[in-house]
């Protein structure tokens, strides 16, 4: 037999040690199964029993990225972590144990710990033995018995394609949605109340004290400069209302459509911007309404903080994707972590897959290129 000595390289050593390492491990992980998982399941009728099972799904979790760890130390095992819980956005403590308790990356970690007892025995026994009696098969032995773990690995600790991360992104992209439909409605009720609000309350009052003055036969000239102060309020107030309107969501927006759209806004935008859309058809009324609204805070954002003397919206198609660009010759120095609005503008796409992205270099110009999902006018999904 040729000589093997050249096959115990630090790969190997590093499988022998994890062969080694699979009996505490697996002691570990099959008495916290056997103690607390078993324990909360069996206690669910009871008040703490639910608690303690998602207590401990969440220990699961915590040994899962440990051997994960380890797989990836001594086997080369490259696996992506699964995504936290978003326990922030889960709501109340009810809402937080439910999504704990239907975790399926802790359920699988679950299995793992529970299955492995056998099997860290028998690598334990074969590494150890193999060690004395068996030694120029040994590295051979380690490399199979290495690949059974890999596959246990990969099969029960990794994201299953990636749905638990999409879920949990999809958790966090709703609480997004939530969040800033919550901020809309306050902003708008903040408008009506400061705004057209309290301008039609002073012209009740104002319309009062006019018919007071009219009953009790005072001059004419009183009487109508009260009317004319408050016909000034009802045109006030009317403004108001068509931009809290404009802010909702604009009728030039349903009636003609995104480039119609843009223009109007552009043409509100202190700083001269040319604006071309090349759009064959329109797209679905909410990613319509979204681009809209990302435009439109960015040319605010140009108007209030840019110093730029020109700018420039262009919006087109490109296979199933919208795309929007934004670009201004201002003082850049803009990024979608700081404010203005950008960090916004990242959340919202971001919830409905899109992509914000921010060039904008110390002394410009800034580029600000929005990407959405493309779906038909009409589409249900």
Known sequence: MPPVRHVYDAQTWKEIAHLLGNLPMSLIGFTYVATVMVTGAAMTFTVVGLPLLAFGL?????????????????????????????????????????????????????????????????????????????????????????????????????????????????????GVVVDAAAADLRRIERDLHDGAQARLVNLAMGLGLAKEKLLEGQADDVVAAMVEEAH????????????????????????????????????????????????PSRPAAAIE????????????????????????????????RLLIQVWDDGQGGASPDGGTGMQGLSERLDAVDGLFVVDSPVGGPTTVTAELPWRDRGATG
């Open 58 to 174: 969440g220990g699961a979790r915590l040994l899962g990225r440990f051997e994960r760890g380890r797989a990836r130390r001594l086997l080369g095992v490259r696996i992506e972590e699964p995504s936290p819980l978003p326990l922030r956005r889960a709501g109340g403590l009810l809402a937080r144990m439910w999504l704990a308790l239907k975790d399926p990356v802790a359920w699988r970690a679950v299995l793992y710990d529970g299955i492995r007892l056998p099997w860290g025995i028998l690598t334990f026994t074969v590494a150890l033995t193999s060690l004395f009696v068996l030694w120029p098969v040994l590295p051979y032995l380690a490399r199979w018995l290495t690949n059974a773990d890999r596959a246990m690995v990969r099969g029960l600790l990794s994201p299953s394609d990636g749905l638990e991360r999409r879920i949990a992104e999809l958790e966090s992209d709703r």
């Open 232 to 279: 000034g309020e009802v045109k006030l107030a009317l403004q108001e209302l068509r931009d809290l309107a404009r802010g909702i969501h604009p009728a030039v927006l349903t009636d003609r459509g995104l480039d119609a759209a843009l223009s109007s806004v552009a043409s509100r935008c202190t700083v001269p911007v040319k604006v071309t859309a090349d759009l």
């Open 289 to 320: 309404g979204i681009a809209y609204f990302t435009v439109s805070e960015l040319l605010q954002n140009v108007s209030k903080h840019s110093g730029a003397r020109s700018a420039s919206v262009d919006v087109w198609r490109t296979d199933e």
